[in-house]
């Protein structure tokens, strides 16, 4: 015996048998085998392809079957004669009818409807004018292509008689059969509310009988099945990949070269693996495709898979670091189509879906999302939360991945945010509110401990913490807040308990009913080694905090997640968005030393890329209240490190200038993979440093300290004048 695995079946060979053994394994736009497998997908190949066959024969169409067992189709096993190939022409044997039986080396092609995209187009414009309701064909059309050569070819009609070795009455037979089969599918199929497009069968010559048999299998690999606009084939898989930069640059290939397989391969350009939910959307295609082929269609399944062949558009505000990963990730989703990024910046960025515009505010931006059919908005940062972009475009019908001005006020009124740890439960530090100075200052005065957190109430861009070891430093922070007000923020502020422990961020996605976990990272917030200096907005993280317990992680889950999402339940503040936890592991266990109503920068540089899960489809149904359809996040098992890279000066406490317009030489194969824009842009055709964190790195490995080595080992190909990095984000 002789077993051959062919991208989509097993095929053991015996003296006179085949034996087909369908897997879970696919292969589309004559790729090949793809990356990931579409689990029960062979199961249910088998049991379509069992029905179609009983069906065949029932109608005195005869097909080559043996018979199946509960894990394969066996049938006649025909001799095949591929054609010699010289000089890219192809000749075929001339076969003996009368004495002998074969393969006969064509796909036999049969169409009811041409849509769109369908090759036929091409060979035959004119065609669509004859068509009713734009893709039905007025009737069955038949083509013929080759079978045994190395890429499929259409031949003209004449050419395919040659190559069969039929004669002209047995190839108008091979045709007969082809139509009435069709048309006996199509008629079965219709009666179960689905329509056939177009499809193929194969035939074998049997010189004993004299006739022409079906061999090979039929089923939705087979077939092009419409279920009220839901596509109930393989070309559903196909969707999976238009939006991809690998299938962008494939269709580019092949229109060049014959050798374009080699080409990709060569550099290492392949199909991205698919997200959990595709995976999931893959086997409920083929599940529905045998029931409904068996027994009916259900078209409640059908929307749900029609969610994944659509594409959209997002809208993004926000251009710093984190808002490009945010951007990769929506990048890297098939769903997306068109990706518009709200900047001012010249610069270009590298993912393929990127389109930027300018709007100033948000009537603006309004407009705009009308003229595009935006599908998405996500805010990035906390500043148009306040403005209450997210409310005026959600009024305006429009879904948005950002909470409300009143919700985001966990991140802009700290007051606020104590005031709901307090009633919820969530364990936090002590705290007291203060509008007076005076009182503040009476209060640092009388109370018995000398080391306390003062901290302006309102958003102070990291300014306004004053953590202080005595009383003379807590003074200090009250009239540099208060009476000075030098600081955003401080009309009110809050004098807290100093807590002691290692600190680390956690993410969970919030809509009105839910709250999904996304994972954890640590920052580095000073700017200098060893966390020595002032605070930044944060010079490098990992993902996740691997010193952290799975005790630890449920308890955050569970004590402070869970509860805050009860409060704005009972208290009907719709928090749709991401939930920021700053978090610290001290003595008497896990405590919020603050909330954010956005993700971290740059934490989400290194916990986005750890997220396996679709980000368009994840941001999508928090954005439309439907979390709690979204299965359980699923975070790659490796750790991700991003660092970040300063100008001179930053972060400019005290007003001191920052070194600004510097020309940064970076390599472009880093620029276009692993690096995160954050404040820099062109002039005058130079890329320079703009702002205080200009760019970052992020890389994946095994463990923290390769994470670590693999960062270092590229920031070397970055510098400009005056740049700032740490040299121990990791450890
Ligand atoms: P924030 O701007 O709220 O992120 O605070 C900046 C930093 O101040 C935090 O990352 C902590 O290191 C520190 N901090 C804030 N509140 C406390 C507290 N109650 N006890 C100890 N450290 C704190
Ligand atoms: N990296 C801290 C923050 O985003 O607030």
Redesign the pocket.
Known sequence: MKTRKASVKNLYFYADKIEFEFSDRYSIFDWGEMPDQIPGKGQCLLNIAKHFDHLLNDNSFKTATLGFDSQKMSQRLFPAFPPKIEAKTFTYKKLDPKNSSYLVPLEVIFRFALPEGSSLLKRKPELKESCINGIFLPECYIEFSTKLEPSDRYLSEHEAQQISSLDSTNFSILKEKTLGAAKLLQKHLSEKNLELYDGKFEFAWDHKKQELIFIDSIGIDELRINAKGLKLSKEYLRSFYRNTKWFDDLSKEKQQSTNWKEKMLAENNRPQNLSPELIAAGVKLYQLAEASIKNELDSSKVNELLYFQKSRKVFVLGDGGREHAIIKSLNNSPLTSQIYLNTKKQLDYPEHKLRKVYYSNKEECLEFLKQEQIDLVVIGPEAYLEQAYSDYFRQNSFPVFGPSQKASQIESSKDFSKKIMLEANIPTAEAKDFESAEQAIQYIQETPTEKMVVKADGLAA?KGVFVCDNKTQALEAVNLLMLEKSIPGGEKILIEERMYGPEFSAFALFDKESFKFLGTAC?YKRIFDGNKGPNT??MGTYSPSDWLSEEDIEFTKNKIFSPLLNYFKKHKLDYIGVVFAGLMKTKSGIRVIEY?ARF????TQSLLPRIENDFFYLLDHCANSKLNKVNEISEKNQTCLHLVFASGGYPGIDGKALSLGNEISISENLKSQDCYFAGLDLKDGKLVNTGGRVLGISQMAKTRKEAKEKVYALAKNIEFKDMQIRSDIGE
């Open positions: 990291g920052d907005g944060g954010n971290g920068d740059p934490e």
